[in-house]
C-alpha cells in the first residue's frame, strides 16, 4: 500500500483525545444526529434530492474527472440520485484509521459489501483511485461551519487524509443539511477547514 493510497496522521493526531473541546463536540454531534435521524423519509428524500441537484449544476463538478463520494449512512444525505450519472467515482473503505479510496461507477461490475462500521463500501479487490485525477471530495459531516470547519464523526478519518500532501490541495465540499449548517462548530489545531458545504439550500463556499 502507497502513500498515495492512505492518509497518514498529522503531526496532531485528531485521535488524541485530549482536547478542551471533546465535550462540546460530543454534546453537539449528539443533539444533531437526533435531530438528523428524526427527518421523516419523504422529507430526507426530498432534501437530499436538492443538494444533488445543487452540486449537479456546478460549473467544478461537471468539469471534474474523477469525484470522490460516499455511500449513505446514518440518514447522511442521499447522493445516489449523483452516483447513477456513468462518470468516474470514489468511494471510500475504512481500513484501520485510514480511508482506502477505489474507483466505481454506475455500471461496474465491483461489489459494494457492508463494511466494519455498517456502511457500504468497495470490495477491496477492487480497483484503487489515482489520486492525481481526483478533482472533487464530497465529504459527509454531521455538521459545517461558514469558514469550511466541519463537525465529523470522531474518529478522524478525514482530518487524517486531508491533513495528507497527496490530497491537502484537493477542493473539499461538507454535504449536510440545512440544519447542521451552523455559524461556528468547536474545532482544534488539526481540524482541516473544507472550500465550502452544500445543503439542501444551495452551495456555500467558505468564508475563511
Not at 27 to 44: D, E, G, M, N, V
Not at 171 to 179: K, L, S
Amino acid at each position: 500500500m502507497s502513500q498515495a493510497d492512505i492518509a497518514q496522521p498529522a503531526a496532531a493526531d485528531p485521535s488524541n483525545h485530549n482536547s478542551a473541546n471533546i465535550d462540546a463536540k460530543a454534546t453537539l454531534r449528539r443533539s444533531l444526529l437526533k435531530a438528523r435521524q428524526a427527518i421523516p423519509p419523504h422529507l430526507w428524500q426530498h432534501k437530499s434530492h436538492r443538494i444533488c441537484q445543487h452540486l449537479a449544476q456546478w460549473p467544478q463538478f461537471r468539469q471534474a474527472r474523477t469525484i470522490l463520494a460516499y455511500c449513505s449512512f446514518r440518514n447522511e444525505p442521499d447522493l445516489s440520485p449523483l452516483l447513477v450519472q456513468h462518470r468516474s467515482w470514489g468511494l471510500p473503505r475504512c481500513e484501520d484509521k485510514f480511508l482506502i479510496w477505489h474507483r466505481w461507477y454506475a455500471a461496474c461490475d465491483w461489489p459494494l459489501q457492508t463494511g466494519a462500521y455498517g456502511i457500504m463500501e468497495p470490495d477491496p479487490s477492487s480497483p484503487r483511485v489515482d489520486p492525481d485525477r481526483v478533482d472533487l471530495i464530497l465529504v459527509p459531516a454531521v455538521a459545517c461551519d461558514v469558514k469550511g470547519y466541519r463537525l465529523g464523526y470522531g474518529g478522524g478519518f478525514y482530518d487524517r487524509m486531508l491533513s495528507h500532501p497527496r490530497w491537502a490541495n484537493k477542493r473539499t465540499i461538507g454535504i449536510v443539511f440545512e440544519c447542521a449548517r451552523l455559524p461556528q462548530v468547536p474545532r482544534d489545531d488539526w481540524d482541516q477547514p473544507l472550500h465550502g458545504l452544500c445543503t439542501e439550500s444551495g452551495l456555500f463556499l467558505a468564508r475563511q
